[in-house]
């Protein structure tokens, strides 16, 4: 970099660090709680509560949700975002529980819009809840087929605005899908439905507790999904999802997972005048809990080290499990970090 620069003993830059008051007016990044979104996860009554590789995350009811959603308000959180545990004698081949007008997901839509007027309101939009190979999309010939599965997203789409949605979070990495969504969202006339487009998200590891979470895990069972999600070798690449989401009418982006990809939040954030998310995946947080069960990290130094990180890099706000948590660590002002 090339700027005036006074040179050591004239610079010392350890001055602007000796106390807590000055380190904080210096701060180049805030992490506030209105930048956490909350991942929540649905179920009906008969479904297990708990996820083994997801320490204090579980599965709700209506009811539970109606409960940690009013928490989570109350702690400043503005948006949580749905995804359910769909009974597994509801999977088919082709997904179509995703389309029911009175699936859990429009169910759980219709009871926060009811309680909570206020909370925004995101929906996953894939069909890997609902399907009975665990794939994101509608299989042909053994694989993954594109034009058919942004067919049953543009349904799975529909229903869910007609649910009430304020986002809709296609997360499946079809070719072609934002516009696609956008295009019938607005002949059906859900002009005001905006679209958080995944744009980069990557074939990770990472997914591994949430795969569980929902019931796919083992439904999947060796498969992949590296036809369709991102190769994690790949940076430039990303750059044109984002440009084609960004084309197609995405009003808001994502990358995913996140500390793994902060180069590519990072160049998403240099590159496009737009909302970024990131994601810090399921895998992230129970590596943190795990970690921290085992007293080998601080957790709540660790978990907002990597949430400034994402700020940092260039995040308007952060998808985390752990939302809750950091707003109460937020909120308890002695930030002893
Ligand atoms: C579904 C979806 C996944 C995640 C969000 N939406 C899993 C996957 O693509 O297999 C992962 C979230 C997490 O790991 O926390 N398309």
């Not at 516009?179 to 487009?197: C, F, T």
């Not at 990303?238 to 997972?257: C, H, I, N, S, T």
């Not at 590519?264 to 795990?290: C, D, N, T, W």
């Amino acid at each position: 970099m090339t700027f005036l620069h006074a040179a050591f003993p004239h610079s010392r830059l350890r001055r602007n660090r000796q106390d807590e008051w000055c380190r904080d007016l210096v701060a180049e990044t805030h992490l506030s709680v209105q930048d956490l979104i909350l991942p929540v996860f649905l179920r009906d009554e008969n479904a297990p509560r708990t996820i083994d590789a997801m320490p204090e995350v579980f599965r709700h009811t209506l009811e539970e949700l109606k409960d940690l959603c009013k928490k989570a308000q109350n702690l400043g959180i503005r948006a949580v975002i749905l995804f359910p545990y769909t009974d597994p004698a509801l999977r088919y081949d082709d997904g179509k529980e995703a389309w029911n007008p009175n699936n859990l997901i429009c169910q759980a839509v219709r009871v926060l819009k009811d309680a909570l007027p206020s909370l925004g309101i995101i929906v996953d939009v894939a069909l890997d809840p609902y399907t009975s190979h665990g794939h994101d999309g509608i299989l042909k010939n053994g694989e993954v087929a594109n034009d058919e599965t942004i067919e049953a997203l543009i349904k799975q789409s529909l229903t869910l605005a007609q649910a009430g949605v304020d986002v809709i979070a296609p997360s499946d990495m079809m070719d072609g899908r934002i516009g696609a969504i956008r295009k019938a969202l607005d002949q059906e006339g859900h002009q005001h439905v905006r679209i958080l487009a995944y744009s980069a998200k990557y074939a990770s590891a990472f997914y591994g507790p949430f795969r569980e979470a929902l019931g796919s895990l083992s439904l999947l069972g060796k498969a992949n999904k590296k036809t369709y999600q991102m190769d994690p070798a790949n940076a430039r690449e990303a750059l044109r999802e984002a440009a084609q989401d960004v084309l197609e009418g995405a009003d808001m982006l994502m990358v995913k997972p996140g500390l793994a990809y902060l180069d590519i939040l990072y160049r998403l954030h240099e590159q496009f005048p737009m909302p970024l998310f990131v994601y810090q995946v399921s895998g992230e947080y129970s590596m943190l809990k795990a970690a921290a069960e085992k007293g080998w990290i601080d957790y709540k130094k660790a978990l907002m080290e990597s949430l400034i990180a994402f700020k940092r890099a260039g995040a308007t706000g952060i998808l985390t499990y752990a939302a809750l948590e950091a707003a109460e660590f937020l909120q308890d002002k002695g930030h002893d970090q």
